[in-house]
Nanobody, 126 residues
C-alpha cells in the first residue's frame, strides 16, 4: 500500500525558508515520479516541482530559483527546500507519486499522479 507522509510545513515571514519532506513507503521509490503540488481553498491544485525516475526535474515558473528538489533514495524521502518565501507561496502543499509519467513535461500535471499525501500547510506572512 503506497503511503506518502509530508512534514516540515509551518509559518514563516516573507523571505524566510522552509524544507518540506515527503516520506514514501509501499513501493519501489526509485521507480516512481514524484512531485510537490500546492492548493489554496477554492483554487485548483497546481504543480510546484517534480522529478521523474530518470532524474528529470521540472519547476513551476513562480518558484524557479527559489525552490529546490532533492531526494534521499536510501530513506525513500523527497525534499523541497523553499527559500525566499513570499506571501503568495501560502498554500497547502501536497506530495504525490506516480509509477510512470511520460513525456517528462507532464510532471507538473496533477492528473498524472495516482498517490497523494495528506498535505502540510505553509503560511508566509508579509
Amino acid at each position: 500500500q503506497v503511503q506518502l507522509v509530508e512534514s516540515g510545513g509551518g509559518s514563516v515571514q516573507s523571505g524566510g525558508s522552509l524544507r518540506l519532506s515527503c516520506a514514501a513507503s509501499g513501493y519501489t521509490y526509485s521507480n516512481y515520479a514524484m512531485g510537490w503540488f500546492r492548493q489554496a481553498p477554492g483554487k485548483e491544485r497546481e504543480g510546484v516541482a517534480a522529478i521523474d525516475s530518470d532524474g528529470n526535474t521540472l519547476y513551476a515558473e513562480p518558484v524557479k530559483g527559489r525552490f529546490t528538489l532533492s531526494q534521499d533514495n536510501a530513506k525513500n524521502t523527497l525534499y523541497l527546500q523553499m527559500n525566499s518565501l513570499k506571501p503568495e507561496d501560502t498554500d497547502m502543499y501536497y506530495c504525490a507519486a506516480a509509477q510512470k509519467i511520460e513525456p517528462w513535461w507532464l510532471l507538473l500535471q496533477p492528473l498524472e499522479y495516482n498517490y497523494w499525501g495528506q498535505g502540510t500547510q505553509v503560511t508566509v506572512s508579509a
